[in-house]
């Protein structure tokens, strides 16, 4: 007897948590309802508004031929560095001429030369091993 008024009793407790959860949903017409006057007070702006509102301060006041001007400007004073220049990186910038064919072939013999006579004198490794740090080969 004490265990069936004892799984009464939380059957009748099950379902009136069951029964609360319910009642305190609210429906999806109510939360339409609910976005649809915070939009018309303001609250909530309405789709991309909010988006459009922050990307338009910092939009410019000038128009396009004004700033076609101010960039030749700033092109022909040498300001701006005009066609592939510009995307050039400062380091290409600052190599100088590119060498001959002739200057090419006499820095290949030369080192060629170079490996050479480290191989002569053993003080190149064998392929595939790396001399230990800090001590000479032979």
Known sequence: MKTNSFLTVVAAAALAVFA????????RADVKSE????????????GQAASMKSAASGVSTANKADIKAETKAAVKSGDI????????????MTKGPKPTAEERKAARAERKAATKAAVKAGTVPAAGEAPAAGKPTK
Do not use: N, P, R
Request: charged share 20%; no cysteine; net charge neutral.
């Open 20 to 27: 609360q959860g319910s009642i305190a949903q609210t429906t």
């Open 35 to 46: 976005t649809k006057a915070a939009v018309k007070s303001g609250d909530i702006s309405h």
């Open 81 to 92: 560095a005009a066609g592939q220049e510009s995307s050039m990186k400062s380091a290409d």
